[in-house]
């Protein structure tokens, strides 16, 4: 349905996952809820002779982040290795809190100190 | 569907989308489909130095659900145009 990627058939892709993940992969087919089949799925920063992490897979739609068409100029392939080893870990898309328990703990023991409060004033 | 409306409107403009991965890539729209997912063309990442992956990427399809923010720059909407438009739909709703 959506023909938004019918472009990037048959083509390389570098794809992002929701959990951080990128790789390089051809995408050999989709659907309307952006799943996706993928062939040949490569490492992003490997070259694209190197090792197969795997040769078929589908990969659930509420997992892609992005899409993107490889067109690697001269040369820049050579180059990836070097990139990727200054590349940072992409986030991943849950924007989660770290000691988010901790947050909400203090603020149950403010809110329980203010009813106690309120409590007192109405004696 | 106002807001499939408003991007389609957008097409062919510069904007800049941070990703819910705080990854911020600035591009040309080029298509919009009903769930929001956008195409843009011609990208660069703002921190290309931290996030180098997409080098030797142009062309990008982005799923819409993992979209936070679209940086638009003021004179690309018409919002008293976008407030009718608003108050139609919402009218339109309720019959």
Known sequence: MSPLLKEYLRQRVVIVTTSGECFTATLEGFDRSTNLVLADIRDRFASQDGPVLSSVQVLRGSEVVLVGLYEPAEGEEARAALLGAKAAAIHDTKNKVDNEHLIWKAVGEATRHKTTKRRKVGE | ?95
Not at chain 2, 69 to 83: E, F, G, I, P, S
């Open chain 2, 1 to 95: 569907m106002l807001f499939f409306s408003f991007f389609k409107t957008l097409v062919d403009q510069e904007v800049v989308v941070q990703l819910k991965n705080d990854i911020e890539l600035k591009g040309t729209l080029q298509s919009v489909d009903q769930f929001l997912n956008l195409k843009l063309d011609n990208i660069s990442c703002t921190d290309q130095e931290k996030y180098p992956h997409l080098v030797s990427v142009r062309n990008i399809f982005i799923r819409g659900s993992t979209v936070r923010y679209v940086y638009l720059n003021k004179n690309m909407v018409d919002t008293n145009l976008l407030q009718d438009a608003t108050r139609r739909e919402a009218m339109s709703e309720r019959k």
